[in-house]
């Protein structure tokens, strides 16, 4: 049986995936996000997910030009993140890194699914980052500020439309 990707493409989405989940895990994404004034949780997300996330599944794309390659490298991305760390740094309960799974799948559908260029890694960023909020609200009691919430989003917009803006320049 013949696999559907190559060696080679699979090694490119391996490296992508790994180089975003290492810039996720030793980025200090939440003391830049504080330094900036930006409040928690997950401002991370909404500040740097162009560059942490969606810059690498838009280029493993536009790379490999195959249909899943940006769901793929997406759930690449949330596998090496967990082996790294829990998502968040929440343990209880034990299966809370399904969030990070969910939240970076819909981030690799919408680059995936969406033709218009740059909306699509905006809308991925923003709906990682909402389904993220929700999982750390739900489970810790620490919601986003509703204040605050609609300006992470438009930040999150343009984070993520600057991620494929840049995978474009690439």
Same mark, same amino acid.
């Given at each position: 049986?013949?696999? =559907?990707?190559?060696?080679?493409?699979? !090694?490119?989405?391996?490296? &992508?995936?790994?180089?975003?989940?290492?810039?996720? /895990? =030793?980025? $200090?994404?939440?003391?830049?996000?504080?330094?900036?004034? *930006?409040?928690?949780?997950?401002?991370?997300?909404?500040?740097? @997910?162009?560059?942490?996330?969606?810059? #690498?599944?838009?280029?493993?794309?536009?790379?490999?030009?195959?249909?899943?390659?940006? *769901?793929?490298?997406?759930?690449?991305?949330?596998? %090496?993140?967990? &082996?790294?760390? $829990? #998502? =968040?740094?929440?343990?209880? $309960?034990? #299966?809370?890194?399904? =969030?990070?799974?969910? !939240? &970076?799948?819909?981030? @690799?559908?919408?680059?995936?699914?969406?033709k218009r260029r740059f909306i699509n890694g905006g809308l /991925?960023?923003?709906?990682?980052?909402?389904?993220?909020?929700?999982?750390?609200?739900?489970?810790? @009691?620490? #919601? !986003?500020?509703?204040i605050f919430a609609t300006a992470m989003i438009i930040i999150? %917009? *343009?984070?993520?439309?600057?991620g494929v803006f840049l995978a474009e320049l690439f």
């Open positions: 049986m013949k696999s =559907y990707f190559t060696v080679r493409e699979l !090694a490119v989405m391996a490296v &992508l995936s790994s180089t975003s989940a290492l810039i996720n /895990g =030793y980025l $200090p994404i939440k003391s830049i996000a504080q330094t900036l004034g *930006i409040p928690g949780p997950a401002s991370g997300i909404a500040l740097l @997910g162009g560059i942490i996330f969606v810059f #690498w599944i838009a280029l493993a794309y536009k790379i490999i030009r195959k249909k899943y390659t940006a *769901i793929v490298t997406a759930l690449l991305i949330a596998a %090496f993140c967990l &082996l790294m760390r $829990p #998502w =968040y740094g929440i343990i209880t $309960p034990e #299966w809370f890194g399904i =969030y990070a799974v969910i !939240a &970076l799948l819909s981030m @690799g559908i919408s680059i995936e699914l969406i /991925g960023n923003v709906l990682c980052l909402i389904i993220t909020w929700i999982a750390i609200g739900i489970h810790t @009691g620490i #919601w !986003a500020e509703p999150g %917009f *343009i984070s993520g439309c600057a």
